[in-house]
């Protein structure tokens, strides 16, 4: 394999139309990444995805998986990289090991020996005969994988492979990307969700209609999005008097029972002791993560600065 990155995309475009879906976008994924392409709903993550994997052509921009354009040497340009967008198709009256059987064959580097390992690792070994028709959502995404991983790629490409799953099928779905993470697979996973991103990607790309909006390491970003922390106190009217005077405060909220306030570390750390010498008791401080939306307006406000 070449030294070439596993994904890299420039000043990819995608028109429907009108409707710019995909917008001059720019990725690198690197090898080892666990990288987050996180966007809300109608971004153009799919559409992305659908490039990189060679499925639909690009209006403009290129799209090369370790070096390799799909548009220019077709299939070939998929050796090593597996995935799925939008959830995997089967037939469903055949049972899942019989799915998997007739992917296998159609390939002679893959011994059928590996279809109990690809099942093991999803943990469908126990469901393996039934119908893909009877799976649940989770299942169905799992034996997605299972068959990406046939191949023992070394790029994964997953399209939102939690949503719509329940938190233990979420939590499954994890466990298992960062099980496969750690055997060495470099992954490209989008999502809407940035808790999700969160607790899996060392890297990350937002995507806001069609448009990347920040590429980099999740942490500077979340340090960039300044921190927030959600007090629950005794008084919270003469709480947030005494919250708003402290220095580095920069915003109070109410938030259910709790107040949200913006501020770093150390801000926080005095004003929970002012609060303390003005004999406001605080029955919880909990830090808080950002949202997406969070984010966004975050973004969008140091861009109106700027
Ligand atoms: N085949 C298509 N024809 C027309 N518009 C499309 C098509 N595919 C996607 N779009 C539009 O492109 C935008 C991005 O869609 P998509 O890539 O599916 O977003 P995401 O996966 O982030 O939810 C949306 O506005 C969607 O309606
Ligand atoms: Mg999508």
Sequence with gaps: MSDAPPVAARALVKRYGDIVAVDHVDLTVERG?????LGPNGAGKTTSLRMLLGLIRPTSGTAQLFGRDPMLV???????VA???EGPRFYPYLSARRNLELLADFDDDVPRSRIDEVLEL???RDRARDRFGRYSHGMRQR?????????????LLLDEPATGLDPGGMRDMRQLVRRLAGEGITILLSSHLLAEVEELCNRVAIIRSGRIVYEGRLDELLRSAGSSYRFVVGDAERARAVLLAQPGIEDVRTEGDGLRV?????AIGAASVALGQAQIEITALVPQTATLEELFLGMTEREAAA
């Design 33 to 37: 990444d666990v990288f987050g392409y």
């Design 143 to 155: 034996l997605g994988i299972a068959a990406s991983l046939l191949r023992r790629p070394q790029l």
């Design 262 to 266: 913006h501020g770093d570390e150390r």
């Design 83 to 85: 995935g799925f967008v």
């Design 74 to 80: 077709g299939a070939r340009a998929l050796d090593g």
């Design 122 to 124: 999803v943990e469908l």
